[in-house]
């Protein structure tokens, strides 16, 4: 198992790429935006938190269809171990695997190439649990896209509970189960990312402006929230960015 290439980037405008094949296996993990994944002429919608697989020489093609932030990978494998396919990163876990493969890479840590092996092997793992989905597992990955595309919108999460026939109480403890925290806190922490982003996209950008458009309801609230979940107000991780 071999690590070929690991890219971060971000398209700010949206993107959309032609059909393609590689020459090694895949894999796009989407830390923010949205779109369409063409695998085989098959389209899956995609969104925040989600992933996807390919084997080398399979044609396929993305298109964002807003401001995208996304690593990708290129590497070696087993080719019984590539569960082709799009999935979602429920509880966040396989975005913290890509992020640390990234760190990994572009590091000198001893025993790098033995932690890069491990870390990819962890990863085709985790895409191959995700390759066997319940219905439950389908509903939650309908619902965690629906919430990452509309965090500038209230979602009224009883509303959304009884559309996929579950009690509240239900709901609540199954999504938190399955995410690792409330419906509420999950959409707090999802605003807090889109702000970090747009904070490091639209540098001109007014902080009322980017409060509004990752749905919080005034400026103060940003910044309490944004310095609760990060340690700092957005001013200074602003300014954090500008001086790094």
């Known amino acids: 198992m071999q690590l070929r290439q690991i890219i971060s980037i971000s398209h700010p405008n949206g993107f959309s790429g032609s059909e393609h094949t590689h020459a090694h296996h895949e894999m796009v993990y989407c830390f923010e935006g949205s779109g369409s994944i ?3 002429g098959k389209k899956t919608n995609f969104s925040t938190g989600n992933y996807y697989l390919t084997r080398g020489k399979t044609l396929h093609a993305e298109k964002d269809d807003r401001a995208c932030r996304i690593i990708y990978f290129l590497f070696d494998a087993p080719e019984e171990m590539i569960c082709e396919g799009a999935y979602t990163d429920y509880s966040g876990n396989v ?3 890509v992020k640390r493969l990234y760190e990994e890479a572009g590091g000198e840590l001893a025993q790098k190439e033995k932690m890069i092996e491990l870390l990819i092997s962890q990863l085709l793992l985790e895409a191959r649990r995700a390759s066997l989905p319940t219905s439950e597992q389908q509903d939650f990955s309908r619902i965690l896209q629906y919430i990452n595309e509309n965090l500038e919108q209230s979602t009224d999460f009883r509303q959304m ?7 509240y109480d239900r709901f609540r403890h199954l999504f938190k189960a399955r995410v690792g925290c409330s419906p509420h806190q999950y959409v707090l922490r999802q605003r807090v ?6 904070l490091s996209l639209k540098a001109n950008d007014s902080l009322t402006k980017i409060a509004f458009d990752c749905g919080f309801v005034s400026s103060s609230q940003f910044s309490n929230v944004f310095f609760a979940k990060t340690g700092m107000t957005p001013t200074q991780y602003k300014k954090q960015l500008t001086d790094s």
């Open 38 to 40: 063409f695998i085989r």
């Open 95 to 97: 975005g913290s695997l």
């Open 161 to 167: 509970a009884a559309q996929y026939h579950y009690s």
């Open 193 to 198: 990312e889109r702000a970090k982003f747009l």
